[in-house]
């Protein structure tokens, strides 16, 4: 069965870090592209980072560049997030996701599987 698990969630203040994970199961990641997305409460799906397959391109919002890094440890079969100096702007839920092809997609809509995603919350 094809799953996406998001872990690593919860409350943080201001400044604060978190690393997100995103387990795959019943394929193998490293062969294709995965993004993580966020929705914030009242707003859509926003693209937060991508990274390729193998070869490791990688994008990101402009609202997080230099404070988020991604990455994947394909033993593990698992893709990170890792995020700092955390602002409540950041407050969501965040999702990973794939189209299962190489390369990151252009638009949030591509992605056609998801995981159930997990909840940050960053507050003082």
């Known amino acids: 069965q094809v799953q996406l698990v998001e872990s690593g969630g919860g409350l943080v203040q201001p400044g604060g870090s978190l690393r997100l994970s995103c387990a795959a199961s019943?394929?193998?990641?490293?062969?294709?592209?995965i993004g993580w997305l966020r929705q914030a409460p009242g707003k859509g799906r926003e693209g937060v980072s991508c990274?390729?397959?193998?070869?490791?391109?990688?994008y990101y919002a402009d609202s997080v560049k230099g404070r988020f890094t991604i990455s994947r440890d394909n033993a593990k079969n698992t893709v990170y997030l890792q995020m700092i100096s955390l602002k409540t702007g950041d407050t969501a839920v965040y999702y990973c996701?794939?189209?299962?092809?190489?390369?990151?997609?252009?638009?949030?809509?591509?992605?056609?599987?998801w995981g159930r995603g997990t909840q940050v919350t960053v507050s003082s």
């Open positions: 996701a794939t189209h299962f092809t190489s390369s990151c997609p252009v638009f949030v809509n591509e992605y056609n599987y």
């Open positions: 019943g394929f193998t990641l490293d062969y294709y592209a």
């Open positions: 990274i390729s397959n193998s070869d490791g391109d990688v």
